[in-house]
C-alpha cells in the first residue's frame, strides 16, 4: 500500500488496482463572520429592544393596544434602522478597503520589484528563509499580484471582505425576526401577565439565540447563551424600572 500526500489529500492505491482519493476536509468558519455578526447583532437588538420596550410600557399601566402599537412601531422603526446602520457602515469600510486597494494597485504598477521586496521580507518575518520567501513572492506576485498584497500586506481577505448589501438584509431580516417574537408573546397572553411571559420568554429567546450563535461560530454554546442572556435582562429590568417610575409620576 503506497500513501502519497496531494494539496490535502492522502492517495490511496497499488501498483496494479486503481487508485481513490480520501480527502481530508476542515470545516472553517471565519466565511461566516460577515453574515452572522450582522444577523446575531439583528436578531439580538430585536429580541432585546422590542421586549424591553413592551415591558416599559406596559410598566407605566397603558392600554394593551398601545402597548402593542408601541411594539409594533419599535419593530418597524427598528429593523430600518438596522438596515440602514449596517448598510452605511459596512460601505464605509468597503470604500476603506477598495481605496487601499486602488493604492496598492498605483504602487505595483510603478514599483513592482519593490513590492516583491516587500513581499518577500513579510514572509521572511513569518519564518520562512530569505531565498524561499522571495521566491514564494515571485510565483505568487506571478500569479495575483494585487491578491497577494491585499492578503498579506493590507489585511484584506475574500472572507471577511465587507459587504453592504448582506449585512443590510441580514442585520434588517433577523431584527424582524427576533422583534416579533415579544410582540407575539404580548398579542397572546392577557394584560395581567404580560411582563412576567415578555420577560420569561423572550430570555428564553435570547438564551437560544446566544447558542445557536456560538455553535454555527465554533464557540460555547453555555458561555454564548449566557452572555447574551445576561445583557437582555438588564435591558429589560432598567426599562421595566423606568416605565414604573413614570407610570407612578403619571
Same mark, same amino acid.
Given at each position: 500500500?503506497?500513501?502519497?500526500?496531494? =494539496?490535502?489529500?492522502?492517495? !490511496?492505491?497499488?501498483?496494479?488496482?486503481? +487508485?481513490?482519493?480520501?480527502?481530508?476536509?476542515?470545516?472553517?468558519?471565519?466565511? &461566516?463572520?460577515?453574515?452572522?455578526? *450582522?444577523?446575531?447583532?439583528?436578531?439580538?437588538?430585536g429580541i432585546v429592544?422590542?421586549?424591553?420596550?413592551?415591558?416599559?410600557?406596559?410598566?407605566?399601566?397603558? /392600554? =394593551?393596544e398601545?402597548? !402593542?402599537?408601541?411594539? *409594533?412601531?419599535?419593530?418597524?422603526?427598528?429593523?430600518?434602522?438596522?438596515?440602514?446602520?449596517e448598510y452605511?457602515?459596512?460601505?464605509?469600510?468597503?470604500?476603506?478597503?477598495n481605496?487601499?486597494?486602488?493604492?496598492?494597485?498605483?504602487?505595483?504598477?510603478?514599483?513592482?520589484?519593490?513590492?516583491k521586496?516587500?513581499?518577500?521580507?513579510?514572509?521572511?518575518? &513569518?519564518g !520562512?528563509?530569505? /531565498?524561499?520567501?522571495?521566491?514564494?513572492?515571485?510565483?505568487?506576485?506571478?500569479?495575483?499580484?494585487?491578491?497577494?498584497? *491585499?492578503?498579506?500586506?493590507?489585511? #484584506?481577505?475574500?472572507?471577511?471582505?465587507?459587504?453592504? #448589501?448582506?449585512?443590510?438584509?441580514?442585520?434588517?431580516?433577523?431584527f424582524?425576526?427576533?422583534?416579533?417574537?415579544?410582540?407575539?408573546?404580548?398579542?397572546?397572553?392577557?394584560?395581567?401577565?404580560?411582563?412576567?411571559?415578555?420577560?420569561?420568554?423572550?430570555?428564553?429567546?435570547?438564551?437560544?439565540?446566544g447558542?445557536?450563535?456560538? &455553535?454555527?461560530?465554533?464557540?460555547?454554546?453555555t458561555?454564548?447563551? #449566557? +452572555?447574551?442572556?445576561?445583557?437582555?435582562?438588564?435591558?429589560?429590568?432598567?426599562t *421595566?424600572?423606568?416605565? &414604573?417610575?413614570f407610570?407612578?409620576?403619571?
Amino acid at each position: 500500500m503506497k500513501y502519497n500526500k496531494y =494539496h490535502g489529500k492522502t492517495l !490511496l492505491g497499488n501498483e496494479d488496482s486503481s +487508485r481513490k482519493f480520501m480527502v481530508h476536509s476542515e470545516v472553517h468558519r471565519s466565511q &461566516r463572520v460577515g453574515w452572522l455578526r *450582522a444577523a446575531v447583532l439583528g436578531a439580538n437588538d430585536g429580541i432585546v429592544s422590542t421586549a424591553s420596550l413592551i415591558i416599559g410600557v406596559a410598566a407605566a399601566s397603558t /392600554a =394593551h393596544e398601545d402597548i !402593542l402599537l408601541a411594539g *409594533a412601531a419599535g419593530l418597524v422603526a427598528g429593523a430600518m434602522s438596522m438596515a440602514a446602520g449596517e448598510y452605511v457602515s459596512v460601505s464605509s469600510q468597503s470604500d476603506t478597503e477598495n481605496a487601499d486597494l486602488a493604492i496598492e494597485q498605483k504602487s505595483l504598477d510603478q514599483n513592482f520589484e519593490s513590492e516583491k521586496e516587500e513581499l518577500a521580507t513579510i514572509y521572511e518575518g &513569518r519564518g !520562512l528563509e530569505p /531565498a524561499l520567501a522571495k521566491q514564494v513572492a515571485e510565483q505568487l506576485m506571478a500569479f495575483d499580484a494585487l491578491g497577494a498584497h *491585499a492578503k498579506d500586506d493590507i489585511g #484584506i481577505s475574500q472572507s471577511a471582505n465587507a459587504q453592504p #448589501i448582506q449585512a443590510a438584509f441580514s442585520s434588517a431580516g433577523a431584527f424582524t425576526v427576533g422583534a416579533a417574537l415579544p410582540l407575539a408573546v404580548a398579542w397572546l397572553v392577557p394584560e395581567e401577565l404580560l411582563i412576567a411571559f415578555v420577560a420569561a420568554l423572550s430570555l428564553m429567546f435570547l438564551a437560544a439565540l446566544g447558542a445557536i450563535a456560538a &455553535r454555527v461560530g465554533g464557540a460555547s454554546i453555555t458561555v454564548g447563551a #449566557i +452572555r447574551v442572556t445576561f445583557w437582555g435582562a438588564l435591558a429589560m429590568v432598567l426599562t *421595566a424600572v423606568v416605565g &414604573r417610575i413614570f407610570g407612578v409620576v403619571a
